[in-house]
């Protein structure tokens, strides 16, 4: 029998949305807004500012983009002129692997409207970026640090921008981008509507709300830092040394056809990825020291089916949208607690189910307490049955080499950046009578992320300007800084070769 108190949700019919529009959603499959969507898209298309916070894979991009190409609608031509296409909305994202999905997103749903749309960001050739932004676009995905040097080249003009959305802004700032975000923000017209989207409200988002939306509807989708609800989440307390057989148990026990796996640092990935490799699971590793056409290559190859183990560090983290992906497995657990909340939300999206398992090793206990805080749960224990405990000691001095490289200096700075420490355990551990390999050093990782001069410019008028409208926004700003090597160093974007 019906439920007679059930509210029947709004139709995508009922927004008003062009035809053109309408039938790009239906052929998405998309046949119900969801809650993001039905709360956001009326909002945007008002006209007003949008605090939007939602759970990761809750259609969040849709509930941006639908509106913003209705809005620009009333404006688009056909005309081959690029003075008739200037950008009016800009949507800026963390990274790069996000912008290009976003522009997906944005390219279907406006495939049937004359508007144009591009993405640029960096680790990629400039040049076809430049051309197409020649030929003029009216919704621009970009990462801050290559959206700098395409207006530095002066190959964009942002002043005609009306529509801005600051996508995963929290990551944005956890990646040190605030005074690429600011210089961005000074070059933008101060009429404009600004859409700021963040899986977590932190006292810091709270700050750039503050300073740069007017009067903005705050839509608040699933409780503040909830973990995605259709997520079975499990943590395993297994010794360090136990954590990859751990691995290779529970994909085979549960028969898990597909998962990502996250670990803090890129030597780690890439020594696990080689690991699963030898056990014979087809995988492959994802981090900042690959280039984007490895990455991309990496995704799709996953997306596709080709793969089943993608080893991953943060930096894939946010905004993968890797449809029925039916678990993720902590191999470590996240320095930053919010982190989970983002690593978590790789599964379990667009309504279907999925595992999240935790591996938590002694030392790690600190950072379950952390993630359990902030989720406000206890996270259900398991107890893994390892079915190979005792290697070879030769496969151990094998791990040990491993430990010794994973505490080399760029690590080591940045556990310590984000937790104010060495890590003792492992260091000591690591240099036990196993020598240590030696690696080649690279000078970029021990440099800090230098903003251009430009940019520190910029956030000085603009903190004065703040300071003059809102004195206690960005009040932290400077202890904020060392966080900018940390974001260099785990999503290896380093300032020059933009983002
Ligand atoms: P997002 O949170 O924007 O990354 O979206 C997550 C996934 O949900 C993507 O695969 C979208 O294509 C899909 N999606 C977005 N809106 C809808 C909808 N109304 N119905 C079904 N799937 C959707």
Known sequence: MADVNAVPTPGFDSFGLHADILRA????????PTPIQAQAIP?????????GAAQTGTGKTASFSLPIIQRLLPEANTSASPARHPVRALILTPTRELADQVADNVRAYAMHTPLRNTVVFGGVDMNPQKDALRRGVEILIATPGRLLDHVEQKTVNLSQVRMLVLDEADRMLD??????LQRILNLLPKQRQTLLFSATFSNDIKKLASSYLSNP???????????????????????EDDKRAAVVQILNERDLKQVIVFVNSKVGASRLARQLEREGIVTAAIHGDKSQNERMQALEAFKQGGI?????TDVAARGLDITDLPGVINYDLPYNPEDYVHRIGRTGRAGASGEAISLCAPDERKQLVEIEKLI??????????????????????????????????????????RHGRHDGLRASRGG????????????????????????IESQRDSRSLQESVAPTAFGALPEKAPKRQVAALLAGFPRKAGT
């Open 25 to 32: 959603i239906a052929e998405q499959g998309y046949t119900q």
């Open 43 to 51: 909002v945007v298309l008002s006209g007003r500012d949008v605090m």
């Open 175 to 180: 990646m040190g981008f605030l005074p690429d």
């Open 217 to 239: 509807v705050t839509i608040e989708v699933a409780r503040r830092n909830a973990t995605a609800d259709k997520v079975e989440q499990v943590v395993y307390e297994v010794d």
């Open 308 to 312: 089943r183990a993608l080893v991953a």
């Open 376 to 417: 406000k749960r206890e996270l259900k224990r398991g107890e893994l049955v390892m079915e190979r405990r005792s290697r070879s000691r030769d496969d151990r001095n094998g791990d040990r080499y491993d430990r010794s490289e994973r505490t080399d200096r760029s690590e080591r700075s940045d556990r310590s950046e």
């Open 432 to 455: 036990n009578s196993a020598p240590r390999r030696v690696r080649p050093e690279d000078e970029f990782f021990y440099k800090p992320y230098e903003p251009s001069p430009s940019a």
